[in-house]
């Protein structure tokens, strides 16, 4: 046989291809990619005490969704970027982190980000949740050893991760996801909004996921990234639990098998789940399952390779049918590029009618607490005393001298080919995420909160100021600390283009 007729042959029969292409027929994207898990869940008893109504102070149970550390390494064969996905109400306890990843896989220390969960299920120890008075020095040993073993298990990781890199391809895919809802609830009687379900306030249900496979087309993560609290699992609860979060990272998995799914918490600081504040572990494990699903069949869209319906002639099969078969035309980009930025934002200050507000509130909170001791009903005295407490810690922090210095707050960016993933520490509200996403250049952007490195806790936009509330009467941020955030963040883009 001539070889024009071999070749006629060959192609004949590549263009009659039963097994679809994938990545694996694609040229190398250069990036590498590695993932690896450590299971992080606590003993039982350890302390749980992340609600002021609760009256437990340590858990009884573990959610069998279990608690994980989940990692991810990425790199261009230059330059390595590591990041964590941790079942935790923030990544504070796990400030030496950075440096021991440098020391053992020569990842820069800034090039890892850790970025927490936040569940209030999990383990925690504060004086200002839980019943008060309560002896905390008891428990501080065994949850400083849970910590120290978290941080072992968090680098141990890292470093699986970092020896597990691969080939690979990456790609993102923006869609909605349905459980989150606006949590600050504005009071009819112009009283301060409370934290539960307002259908009315601004949501943002942003679904954003990425998904890498390796050289073969086989998934080796999925990122998903929504913004909700994971206060489903409330007061009543006494199961360590990742709250929803953790069955949507099961769901994801059970839909790309061998692959790990890691979940990074948005600008949720305003955004809770459509159904909450429970003791019931099927409602967490129902929410879940809905992103879950949501999240999974956006992944399973993504096409990690640049691959296109092809057209290659027509075949007679009863019908006259056109051959279109999805060829894969090369990779995608997968450059990696990194910026980060200490921002230095407005400090709240506090006018002496907001002192006196305040301390109106103790003296009403007063009044209240001492009728419910003599009202013999122990929920009511412990709800009383919590609103008391509640007020008290907010009055001595508003009192205390201002300093006059800004907040510094950092922001990390990173770009992989077509998507961005911008993080920051604290609990940014929606309006932040949602007004860098759509300004970002990029075709998916990520925007994460509770994530390590300076700042922390609320961050609200301008408007809320006037409301007050939770978050606003805790936050350390002045009014248009946000707005000076949004847009010193926005003009980083340029610096990873």
Known sequence: MKRSAYLLLAACLAFADKVEQTAKNSPPSGLLAGAARADISPPVGIPQMNWGAQTHVTAEAIDPAGMWATALVLSDGRRKFAMVDLDALFSSHLTDVPARVEKLTGIPAAHVRLGATHTHAGPFLNAEKGPVGIDLDQYRAGFKNYWDLVSDKVVGAIVEANSKLKPAHAAGRKGIGTINVNRRVRAANGASPSVGRNSEGNVDRDLNVVRIDDAEGKPVAILVNFQCHGTVMAWENKAISPDWPGMMRKVVEQTFPGSLCLFFQGAAGNQGPMEGFTGDLAVAHRLGRILGHQAAALALQTETTRREPSFEGFSESTAFIAKQPWRVKGPRDATLKFATKV???????????????????????????????????????????????????????????????????????????????????????????????????????????????????????????????????????????????????????????
């Open 343 to 497: 921002l230095e934002l407005p400090a709240r200050s506090y006018t002496p009618s907001d002192i006196d507000r305040m301390s109106t509130a103790v003296r009403d909170a007063e009044v209240k607490a001492e009728a419910a001791r003599k009202s013999g009903d122990p929920w009511e005295k412990h709800v009383a005393e919590a609103r008391l407490r509640r007020f008290q810690d907010l009055l001595a922090k508003w009192k205390k001298p201002a300093s006059g210095e800004p907040v510094r707050v950092q922001v990390q960016m990173l770009r992989i080919g077509d998507i961005a993933l911008v993080a920051m520490p604290g609990e940014p509200f929606a309006e932040i995420g949602q007004a860098i996403k759509k300004a970002s250049p990029f075709g998916v952007t990520l925007f994460c909160g509770y994530s390590n490195g300076e700042g922390g806790d609320y961050m609200p936009v301008e408007s809320e100021y006037g409301h007050a509330g939770y978050e606003v009467d805790r936050t350390p941020y002045g009014v248009g600390a946000a707005e000076k955030l949004v847009r010193e963040t926005i003009a980083m883009f340029p610096e990873i283009r």
